[in-house]
């Protein structure tokens, strides 16, 4: 999945905004500013980093030596995943979707009930 499939798909996500809060090499989605996804820019190799439930991101970290625990945030909820040439495109939506979703739970009452 390229890094634009990855922004046409976040910004189809209701109330989605996009904003690069530490310059050109990172871009982050988010919603009532709460981040569910950054996409490094200009990393080596392509990378998501999404919020899953910890025992969530253990399974896939476990099964997939493409995803692994975010090494710049907490570990125990974000993981990295290598995007290009790794899973089709429908699995990292999933995985997208997920992130999303559980920050989108966090929501307060009022901001949750605008979705």
Known sequence: MSIQEIQDYCQSLPNTEKAMPCGEDLLVF???????LYVWLKAPIPSI????????GKELRERYNAISPAYHICEKHWNDIF??????????????????DLVKTELPDLAYSRF
């Open 83 to 100: 995007i290009e040439g790794t899973f089709p495109n429908d699995m990292i939506e999933e995985w997208i979707k997920e992130s999303y």
């Open 49 to 56: 980093t999404v919020k899953l439930l910890p025992e969530r």
């Open 30 to 36: 988010h919603m009532e500013g709460n981040i569910y």
